[in-house]
């Protein structure tokens, strides 16, 4: 019988908890700017989510939806305005992004004090530093939901699977901050199913439905599933075969209401931190 670790319940213990911060603050409450260009549905239902998520904490949310064909000179001024407005203490550009403007280029014009998503090559190198520092949502979320089941991390072997800037490499970089042993496998890992049987912690973030089975999960096994996927039925599920894996493994996330409430969970405290640290100075 393996633990669930519910992504869900642990996002309303942060949000429990961001709430009473907020309301020992002294002075404005933090301030979240989310800019989102063109209209890819998903990303309304994402902005939307956040925006949600900071109103129940006693947040400031200000979305800032832009036509598809903004120049990237002017997300990158609007930038700027917003690197420079003290309400303001975490900016967000909501990815995708269209073809025509540069990921990085936006990224690098956030200010790291301000940068939530921790997309920022400054907070990459403090984290792969070990430095203070913000880092990415996700994947500090997993290492939250981990500590607060008492999983302990310290020399074990961790396998992420996926290496991915937002996923993948952050989530390597904390779980070697974690102490753990930690291996990185991707699309051209040879034997993947034998590093998986390997790994006492198992994240999976490869956006494959249901490619982890079975056979190739270690016996005791914490397994983590990032994966959103859609199955050949319409059905929702992870890149682990849940029901499965299961029984193998000591404690897994599900999907839905696993990894996917921790996104936001921790862009609130990214925010909350980012707020802390400017009236600190
Ligand atoms: N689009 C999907 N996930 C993310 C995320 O974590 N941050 C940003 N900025 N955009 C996203």
């Known amino acids: 019988m393996a633990l669930v670790l519910s992504g869900r319940k642990y996002a309303r213990v942060v ?65 700027g305005e917003l690197n420079c407005d003290d309400t303001v203490h975490g900016i967000l550009v909501q990815l995708p992004l269209p073809d025509h403007i540069s990921v990085d280029r936006v990224a690098s014009a956030v200010l790291p004090e301000k940068d939530v998503d921790g997309f920022h090559p400054v907070n990459v190198g403090r984290l792969w530093r070990g ?20 999983i302990s991390m310290r020399g074990k072997n961790a396998l992420v699977v996926g290496r991915s800037n937002i996923v993948g490499k952050p989530m390597a970089a904390l779980l070697l901050r974690e102490n753990c042993t930690v291996t990185v496998a991707h699309s051209r890992t040879v034997d993947l199913m034998g590093q998986c049987r ?40 992870g890149d682990v075969a849940y029901n499965d894996v299961f ?9 839905p209401g696993g990894v996917g409430p921790l996104t936001i969970a921790f862009l609130l405290e990214n925010t909350f931190k980012a707020r802390a640290k400017s009236s600190a100075e």
């Open 15 to 79: 949000r429990a908890s961001l709430r009473d911060r907020v309301s020992e603050l002294q002075g404005s409450a933090p301030g979240l700017a989310v800019i989102m260009v063109g209209d890819d549905p998903a990303s309304r239902v994402y902005v939307g989510a956040k925006e949600k998520a900071c109103k129940k904490v006693g947040f400031n949310s200000r979305v800032i939806g832009l036509p598809a064909e903004t120049s990237e000179a002017d997300i990158l001024g609007l930038v």
């Open 131 to 150: 430095e203070e520092g913000l880092f990415p949502c996700t994947p500090s979320g997993i290492v939250g939901l981990l500590h607060h089941h008492d």
């Open 198 to 237: 390997k790994a006492d912690i198992l994240i999976v973030a490869v956006g494959k439905p249901e490619m982890i089975q079975r056979d190739w999960v270690k016996p005791g096994a914490v397994v983590v599933d990032v994966g959103m996927n859609r199955n050949s039925n319409g059905k929702l599920v």
């Open 247 to 255: 029984d193998v493994c000591s404690a897994i996330t599900p999907v």
